[in-house]
């Protein structure tokens, strides 16, 4: 109700005498007993603030009479400006009204407060985050196994960039055409070009992906090769005793088995797994 006009304004009225007599509102507080939250709303004419009733009357009271006006001359103003909220039932109760400055001051306490955990909340995550960062382990790669087929031995971790296992002796990109666009995913996989006959006991497999496929080969017990293939992009491994592979997508993989040409891992967007040596490679090749 702050703001309400009427015949007169009994707030301004109270200030004015106040400011005449060179007081400030704690002293009008002290000498009335009355909070200041509750003068401050007199003079504001927010009368929301006050108890009500005769109440609101008394208080009218002493606050004119300490800045020396007529108290009854100014309560018969402040009826006048508020012929039924002075008098209306509901309002708060005085305790309430003189308790509202501590409330207040507790509010403000708490925010302070807020404010300074929601400071100190980041900066603990960071001296965490950096505490922690050097004792992190590497994650591992959770893809599921292939459904409906072997589930390959784990085998030792793969070597650190630059440390890779000797098994995989040769990993190229995409082809790219002379515009540097990549080449088509139906490039066909290029024989490893040799001199010598590849020893019995010695199997080399070239895988290509046509499509892009998530590929897992383990050789001879280690991890050799588990990653995503893009479209073209080759990998050879040197098998001495066996060779674990796995395709996301068997019909998208093309395989050589000492440079001859292996039959379809699978069906298209199937997970296939093969295990593979240099006895048995000869019944996955494409016969004649």
Do not use: C
Request: aromatic share 4%; no cysteine; proline share 7%.
């Amino acid at each position: 109700m702050a703001g309400q006009q009427g015949t007169s304004n009994v707030g301004g009225m109270l200030r004015a005498a106040r400011e005449r007599r060179g007081l400030s509102l704690r002293q009008v507080s002290n000498a009335t007993k009355i909070a200041m939250m509750t003068l401050e709303a007199l003079e504001r004419n927010d009368i929301a603030r006050l108890p009500g009733g005769i109440f609101s009357r008394g208080f009218v009271r002493s606050y004119a009479l300490e800045v020396g006006l007529d108290p009854e001359i100014v309560i018969q103003a402040f009826m006048g400006q508020f012929p039924q909220d002075s008098v209306t039932a509901g309002h708060p109760t005085n305790s309430q009204v003189e308790d509202h400055e501590a409330v207040e001051s507790d509010r403000r306490v708490a925010s302070t407060l807020l404010r300074l955990l929601a400071i100190s909340i980041p900066v603990a995550a960071v001296a965490v985050y950096f505490t922690t960062a050097g004792r992190r382990v590497p994650a591992v790669d959770a893809r599921p196994p292939a459904v409906g087929s072997q589930s390959p031995d784990a085998g030792p971790r793969p070597a650190v960039d630059g440390q890779q296992s000797g098994t995989e002796s040769a990993v190229r990109g995409p082809a790219a055409g002379a515009d540097g666009a990549s080449a088509p995913a139906d490039v066909a996989l290029t024989p490893i070009a040799s001199s010598a006959p590849v020893p019995s006991d010695r199997l080399v497999v070239q895988v290509s992906a046509i499509r892009q496929s998530w590929i897992s080969a383990i050789v001879d017990g280690s991890r050799a090769a588990q990653r995503e293939f893009k479209p073209g992009e080759e990998a050879t491994f040197e098998v001495r005793k066996e060779i674990i592979l796995t395709a996301g997508d068997a019909g998208g993989v093309a395989v050589l088995f000492n440079g001859m040409p292996a039959r379809a891992l699978g069906a298209d967007g199937r997970v296939a797994t093969l295990r593979v040596s240099p006895v048995n490679f000869k019944s996955y090749l494409v016969t004649p």
